[in-house]
């Protein structure tokens, strides 16, 4: 098989993290006899750097004509660079909203397990409602606060701003249809989270989410406030198989889900669309504070790759051999530092992966 990949290796760990995920995806293709076309493109501070502004025409361009895109991360430290002088919508994190938004990416799937391995990793090791878990974050990414309208004027003297949450029945309809469809295939249970006893969009959120429910008499549905959501994810995650929610709330609820699993390197991300198409990056960030020393976790953007074979490719034998080399080099007891304990071997960004990549 041939497939073009877009790929934006962006700011921060964000070109070590991609280069460990191109090493692992070559690998699969030597040995399953696929050729995958690499296109870089710029976004983020990088292309505010060279363009001037967070994502062209043109590199947006190549991303919508790729069969998937691979993204490492973008921005950087939001106090001392350069980039947070410009106006909002100049800034890195623009160009990561314009391109899910230009691309139609309205479901955000961020899977959260405890391996085995890293259970001493977890910071709840000690709670025995924590064993195992293994829930999937199905947040909405094109809808809500993030893409309101929004502003800041002078009223009476003072500043005053505004961001607008909007949310329509057909938007929240498309994204609880994507949870259910997971969940029918995992262990048939949604949690959708919302602040119904506040919010409107709330409100309509949880009419909808019933009425789609009506279609899948054979999952079982509840609703949590997201305030208790944030609560029981540490209180008890096992509780949890689907969790279905809107764009802010998903955006907080899966850095929670993330630490609980041991470090926020570990886990993957595919942003997707009605089709086929995807964006995949890390739940992570950019990390600046220990960008260029090579010693980022590229495990999370490694698994991103393996979803992209999964849900992008229909490489599904492919994408298990990822997820089982990332599982060998664990148990081997390889460790990047942020899941590294005594007695572990301690490994850089790039020794992890190409110890992925010989696993493959
Ligand atoms: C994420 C990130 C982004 C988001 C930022 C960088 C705009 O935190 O993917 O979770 O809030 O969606
Ligand atoms: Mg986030």
């Known amino acids: 098989m041939e497939k073009n990949i877009a790929v934006i290796k962006g700011d921060g760990i964000g070109p070590e993290v991609v280069s460990e995920t191109m090493k692992v995806l070559d690998a699969v293709g030597q040995k399953y006899n696929h050729q995958f076309h690499y296109t870089q493109i710029l976004m983020g501070g990088c292309s505010i750097d060279a363009y001037g502004e967070p994502l062209t025409d043109e590199a947006l361009a190549i991303a919508k004509s790729s069969d998937a895109v691979l993204l490492g991360s973008i921005g950087g430290n939001t106090s001392t660079s350069p980039w947070y002088k410009l106006s909002p919508n100049k800034r890195p994190e623009a160009g990561l909203l314009k391109i899910r938004k230009e691309l139609g990416l309205f479901a955000n799937l961020r899977p959260a397990y405890l391996y085995p391995e890293l259970a001493d990793a977890c910071p709840l090791k000690e709670a025995t409602s924590a064993k195992g878990f293994d829930m999937i974050i199905v947040r909405e990414l094109t809808g809500g606060l993030y893409f309101g309208e ?102 907080i609820l899966s850095d929670e889900a993330s630490m609980i699993t041991g470090s926020i390197g570990m886990l993957s991300s595919a942003s997707l669309r009605e089709d086929k198409f995807g964006l995949y990056e890390p739940s992570g960030g950019s990390a600046p504070d220990i960008a260029g020393k090579n010693v980022a976790n590229p495990i999370a953007t490694i698994l991103s790759g393996a979803m992209m074979l999964r849900y992008s490719f229909d490489l599904n034998k492919e994408a298990d051999a990822i997820e089982q080399a990332v599982r060998d080099v664990l148990k081997e007891g390889y460790r990047t530092v942020d899941i590294y304990k005594d007695g572990d071997k301690k490994v850089s960004t790039s020794e992890m992966g190409d110890l992925i990549a010989s696993r493959v």
């Open 150 to 251: 929004r502003s800041t004027k002078e009223v009476n003297g003072e500043l005053v701003a505004h961001d607008n949450l909007i949310y329509s029945e057909s938007e929240i309809r498309r994204i609880a249809i994507k949870a259910f469809e997971i969940a029918r295939v995992r262990r048939k249970k949604i949690t959708s989270v919302d602040k119904a006893n506040v919010l409107d969009s709330s409100r309509l959120w949880r009419k909808v989410v019933n009425e789609v429910a009506k279609d899948y008499p054979d999952v079982e549905v509840e609703h949590m406030l997201v305030d208790n959501s944030a609560m029981q994810l540490v209180a008890n995650p096992s509780q949890f198989d689907v969790v279905l929610t809107e764009n802010m709330f998903g955006d």
